[in-house]
Every structure is written in structure tokens, then in C-alpha cells.
Antibody, heavy 120, light 110 residues
């Protein structure tokens, strides 16, 4: 079964740091670009970042550029999101998702999400 | 404000058809046929329903269809069923190599 499981969500201090992980199984992780999408509880979806298969190409939303870093470890089938300088408006459920191929820009498999709370 | 505008809500009775629009309001998303649609029932993760304007992933019922005319993409659900009640989001690639989502549309099955 193709599966993505996020972890690492927690209550963070404003200005603090947190690292999210996304464990992939059921498919060849190193064959797919990956992405993070977040959703403020009760609100809409916001794309966060995307990373290529090798990790050599990365793109970010303006709202997180310079504060968040997406990375991956293909040997451990794991995607990461390092979040620094957390702000209250970073509070959200963070989903990782699979990208069918570089240049697809749509997301065909999603995890269940992990909640990050950064109080004001 | 999102570069993709969706109506906040739509509704329909079982068996009817409904259409959800997604209008591009920014030149960043202009001419790309990279629109996709996601379904999100309450308390669950999003699910891909349509990609690249009109393509359906395996397992998605053919009651779901996508199209685009000018700067407006549309998701049509025919033969509405109670299980279709959910939030629906469109998304698109932008010229800055980013992705933008619409604000979402709540579909209510009456």
C-alpha cells in the first residue's frame, strides 16, 4: 500500500524551530519529487515547498522562503521540512504529498498530516 | 488573496449535476494547462480528482470531469451522490515555479 506518514508536529514557541518528517512506503521514494502543503484549521490549502528527486532543485512559497528548508533522505525514504523563525501564522496541519514527476505540479498521494501550533 | 477564485459554496440534490468554477485572477497562472482539483471531506486529507485540466486518476469515478475555457477552469460532478459532499480545491502552477490553490468550495448535497 502506498503510504505517507508525517510526524514531528508539536507546540512551538514563536521564533522557535521545528522539523517535520514524512516517511514513505509502498513505492520507490527516490523516483518521485515530493512536496509539503499546509492548511490552517478550518481554512484553505497553502502550498509550501517542493523538492526534486535528487534534492538539487527546491522551490518555496514566498511566505516561508528563507525560514523553511525542504530536504530528503532517499536512503531512508524520508522527506523533511525544517522550520525556523516560526510565527503564529505558521500554525497549520502540514501534509506531505507525492509529485508524479518533475514538472507535473499536482500531487497524487497525500499523508494524513501533522499539526504544528505556533501560538502568538 | 488567492490568484485562483472559487465560489465559497455550491449545492445540489442527489442525481443532479453541479459545476465548480476556478477563475485565474493573476497573470502568474495565465496560459498553463496545469490545473488540478482536490476533494477534501471533513477531517480527511485532500484527494486528487483531476489533473492537468481534464485528466482523471485511476479510481476516480467518471462522474467527475474537468475543463477549461479562457481563464476559468471548471469541475463538474454529475449524478451527485451524498458521498460527494466535501470541500473542493483547484490549484495551478505559476510562472514563478510555485503552486497556488484556490480558496476552496464547500459542496453540499441537499
Amino acid at each position: 500500500e502506498v503510504q505517507l506518514v508525517e510526524s514531528g508536529g508539536n507546540l512551538a514557541r514563536p521564533g522557535g524551530s521545528l522539523t517535520l518528517s514524512c516517511a514513505a512506503s509502498g513505492f520507490t521514494f527516490s523516483d518521485y519529487p515530493m512536496t509539503w502543503v499546509r492548511q490552517t484549521p478550518g481554512k484553505g490549502l497553502e502550498w509550501v515547498a517542493i523538492i526534486s528527486i535528487s534534492g538539487g532543485s527546491k522551490y518555496y512559497a514566498d511566505s516561508v522562503k528563507g525560514r523553511f528548508t525542504i530536504s530528503r533522505d532517499n536512503s531512508k525514504n524520508t522527506l523533511f521540512l525544517q522550520m525556523n523563525s516560526l510565527r503564529a501564522d505558521d500554525t497549520a496541519i502540514y501534509y506531505c504529498a507525492r509529485v508524479p514527476n518533475w514538472g507535473s505540479w499536482y500531487f497524487d498521494v497525500w499523508g494524513r498530516g501533522t499539526l504544528v501550533t505556533a501560538p502568538s | 488573496q488567492s490568484a485562483l477564485t472559487q465560489p465559497p459554496s455550491v449545492s445540489g440534490s442527489p442525481g443532479q449535476s453541479v459545476t465548480i468554477s476556478c477563475t485565474e485572477t493573476s497573470s502568474d497562472v495565465g496560459s498553463y494547462n496545469r490545473v488540478s482539483w482536490y476533494q477534501q471531506p471533513p477531517g480527511t486529507a485532500p484527494k486528487l480528482m483531476i489533473y492537468e485540466v481534464s485528466n482523471r486518476p485511476s479510481g476516480v469515478p467518471d462522474r467527475f470531469s474537468g475543463s477549461k475555457s479562457g481563464n476559468t477552469a471548471s469541475l463538474t460532478i454529475s449524478g451527485l451522490q451524498a458521498e460527494d459532499e466535501a470541500d473542493y480545491y483547484c490549484s495551478s502552477y505559476t510562472s514563478r515555479s510555485t503552486v497556488v490553490f484556490g480558496g476552496g468550495t464547500r459542496l453540499t448535497v441537499l
